[in-house]
């Protein structure tokens, strides 16, 4: 159930309280926190009154976690450094919304707790306890998207450092961009943990072959033909952290260079094509780049190898999607929490035949830049 504090939609100056209060923050970021939620109550408080709204509706629900910080989602870094506070206000209210109907209620339950939703267990090769594909809920300050796709191994319970490690997770959230309804990938990482690492080559081993952005990508494909949205992924020059104010940090903009490196070899290996400012446009399969076409017979054979091995996983996946998550109706709008509104949106020319109709909602007005 919801926090008890809040029997109703608190008022949305309460904001600026919540961002000067904010744990684990620093006094100067809990000021900037402050300051754009100032700037968002004078410029947008009609979608911060929307989305508070919103945000106590699946709190009290027990969908969302801590609704201050749930709130301050609408005036952090977001996706699309080209984002304003009403255009992350519509994207976050959208993204609420269609996340009531992709998921089955246990799993929908779960991601509210905070907990993972395993999609897939795939098989752990040799020396690993387990291997899982999971769905998680994004921290509030991760600038990449809502949820989090993860890649998670375990070695056996007799080998050191036998924790779950993430070795790969993908950022991602579900919004309309130019009225298309859209799975929107903000980021592809792999490991963070300074000490609990696995080594590219056990990494890639583990995936017969396969590299686990790549792999990630391929799964981010799949949930996108289940739920019947587009697949599309940042611009790696619009990442927030190409912002001028975060570019004067001499760190962020080492971080901004290797993430823009990283992804742009992404997108290349996935031949996509550039979109309206900041959205790299993604195919809705890639099954035609597994054929087996080197003349070298150990070349050839791994290239079997890792075509296999996506064939047996892509079949695991559609098995096991239907047991947590839910396609897309276009006629069940029961399950909706906000009223039917439009937003502008960016896809224009973007061939649309291939895709299923998708459910997502339309959401309020709004430009995105």
């Known amino acids: ?18 961002a000067l209060r904010t744990p684990q923050a620093s006094p100067r970021n809990r000021l900037a926190l402050a300051l754009r939620m100032a700037w968002g109550l004078v410029r947008h408080p009609v979608a911060l009154r929307r ?59 779960q991601l509210g707790a905070g907990q993972p939703v395993v999609l897939a267990s795939l098989a752990a090769p040799r020396g690993y306890e387990a291997m899982r594909l999971q769905l998680q809920r994004a921290p509030a300050h991760s600038p990449e998207g809502e949820l989090r796709l993860t890649l998670t191994l375990q070695r056996e319970a007799r080998v050191q450092l036998s924790q779950p ?76 952290l190409h912002g001028p104010l975060q570019r004067l ?12 490196e990283a992804h742009t070899t992404l997108w290349t290996h996935f031949a996509a094509q550039r979109g309206p ?13 597994l054929e087996a076409t080197a003349l070298s017979p150990e070349k050839r054979a791994r290239q079997i190898q890792r075509a296999d091995y996506w064939i047996r996983t892509a079949n695991l996946l559609r098995n096991e999607f239907r047991g947590v998550l839910l396609r897309p109706d276009p006629h069940a709008r029961d399950a909706r929490v906000t009223d039917h509104q439009t937003l502008q949106g960016m896809l224009s020319g973007y061939d649309d035949s291939r895709y299923a109709a998708s459910s997502v909602l339309e959401s309020v007005p709004g430009s995105i830049l």
């Not at 159930?1 to 919540?18: N, T, V, Y």
């Not at 940090?249 to 823009?260: E, K, L, M, P, V």
């Open 1 to 18: 159930m919801g926090d008890p504090r809040f029997e109703q939609p608190p008022a949305i100056w309460h904001g600026l309280g919540w």
């Open 51 to 109: 989305w508070m709204a919103v945000a106590w509706e699946m709190h009290s629900r027990g969908l969302l976690g801590d609704l201050p910080t749930e709130f301050l989602r609408a005036v952090r870094p977001y996706v699309h450094r080209g984002l304003s506070v009403q255009d992350r206000a519509v994207a976050l209210t959208d993204h609420v919304d269609w996340l009531a109907t992709a998921l089955a209620p246990v799993a929908l339950k």
């Open 165 to 240: 490690v993430d070795v790969a997770v993908l950022g991602f959230s579900c919004f309309r961009v130019q009225g298309r309804s859209c799975l929107v990938i903000g980021g592809v990482r792999g490991q963070r943990h300074p000490s609990q690492r696995l080594s590219p080559q056990e990494v890639t081993q583990a995936l017969s072959g396969w590299k686990a952005p790549v792999l990630m990508v391929r799964v981010a494909q799949e949930l996108a033909q289940y739920w019947g949205l587009h697949l599309i992924g940042l611009d790696p020059a619009w990442h927030p």
């Open 249 to 260: 940090s001499g760190r962020n903009r080492d971080t901004a260079r290797r993430i823009s």
């Open 277 to 289: 400012a900041g959205w790299m446009l993604l195919p809705p399969h890639s099954d035609d780049r």
